[in-house]
């Protein structure tokens, strides 16, 4: 008796858990709906004349920040160097994405740098400050099971207007308090092509930012992380 009652229990908080859950994860998905095409324009520290040069013009936009104790330049390092393929949480996402869309393909994620990773499926460099902030964009079908990423030079992509696809610019970033410390930054911008493009990706975006949003958010730890592990002890 004392078992079934123990199991009825474990039971109903399963249920109440995955209640939560389930209420959660539709409460974002209707947020990204209503927020579509309401992009806030940056301010201030948050401003970014660098990523304005090649996409100043977008429909979602999300920002993602994190102090840390290192100097700019540790700390810009340690986010290129992250290693997605080291989060059982992102390879997850990644899969369930795969598992929802019917992909073809296998989430293998490349081995080196997040940057090399980016790179090796489609992503490309589209202006940088060194030692401070990279800006990485493609065009694709982010709706398609199978998506492809295409990288253009940086003219090309901020002239790019070919119907059906969606831009989408992404940034690391640091920026310096003081000697020893900064702020890691990192942003994330998109704007379909054309009406059609746009209802598909409205819908698709609505349904996978929690995941995306995760993703960004989970950056930030690491990074912080092993920039404060590289730092050089204060005198």
Same mark, same amino acid.
């Given at each position: 008796?004392?078992?079934?009652?123990?199991?009825?229990?474990?039971? *109903?908080?399963?249920?109440?858990?995955?209640?939560?859950?389930?209420?959660? &994860?539709?409460?974002?998905?209707?947020?990204?709906?209503?927020? &579509?095409?309401?992009?806030?324009? =940056?301010?201030?520290?948050? @401003?970014?004349?660098?990523?304005?040069?090649?996409?100043?013009?977008?429909?979602?936009?999300?920002?993602?920040?994190?102090?840390?104790?290192?100097?700019?330049?540790?700390?810009?390092?340690?986010?290129?160097? /992250?290693?997605?393929? *080291? @989060?059982?949480?992102?390879?997850?996402?990644?899969?369930?994405?795969?598992?929802? #869309?019917?992909?073809?393909?296998?989430?293998?994620?490349?081995?080196?740098?997040?940057?090399?990773?980016?790179? =090796? /499926?489609?992503?490309?460099?589209?202006?940088?400050?060194?030692? *401070?902030?990279?800006? #990485?964009?493609?065009?694709?079908?982010?709706? %398609?099971?199978?998506?492809?990423?295409?990288?253009?030079?940086?003219?090309?992509?901020?002239?790019?207007?070919?119907?059906?696809?969606?831009? $989408?610019?992404?940034?690391?970033? +640091?920026?310096? $308090?003081?000697?020893?410390?900064? $702020?890691?930054?990192?942003?994330?911008?998109?704007?379909?092509?054309?009406?059609? @493009?746009?209802?598909?990706?409205?819908? &698709?975006?609505?349904?996978?930012?929690?995941?995306?949003?995760?993703?960004?958010?989970? #950056? %930030?730890?690491?990074?912080?992380?092993?920039?404060?592990?590289?730092?050089?002890?204060? +005198?």
């Amino acid at each position: 008796m004392a078992d079934t009652r123990r199991t009825d229990t474990a039971l *109903r908080r399963l249920a109440a858990a995955v209640g939560v859950a389930v209420g959660s &994860y539709a409460a974002l998905v209707a947020n990204a709906w209503l927020r &579509y095409g309401h992009a806030t324009q =940056a301010t201030g520290e948050e @401003s970014d004349p660098l990523l304005d040069g090649v996409m100043p013009d977008y429909e979602i936009v999300e920002r993602h920040h994190v102090r840390v104790a290192a100097p700019v330049g540790v700390t810009f390092a340690a986010a290129n160097a /992250i290693d997605f393929e *080291r @989060s059982a949480i992102a390879r997850a996402i990644f899969k369930a994405r795969e598992l929802v #869309m019917g992909s073809h393909a296998t989430a293998t994620t490349p081995s080196g740098s997040f940057l090399t990773q980016m790179q =090796a /499926i489609g992503w490309g460099e589209l202006a940088r400050t060194p030692g *401070r902030e990279v800006v #990485m964009g493609a065009v694709t079908q982010p709706w %398609l099971a199978d998506v492809v990423f295409h990288p253009l030079p940086p003219a090309e992509f901020t002239a790019f207007r070919e119907p059906g696809y969606v831009k $989408i610019a992404w940034t690391l970033r +640091a920026d310096p $308090i003081g000697e020893n410390e900064s $702020i890691f930054r990192t942003e994330t911008r998109a704007v379909a092509t054309d009406s059609i @493009s746009r209802a598909k990706f409205r819908r &698709y975006w609505s349904f996978v930012s929690p995941g995306i949003i995760l993703i960004r958010w989970m #950056m %930030l730890g690491p990074v912080k992380k092993d920039a404060e592990r590289r730092a050089p002890p204060l +005198a």
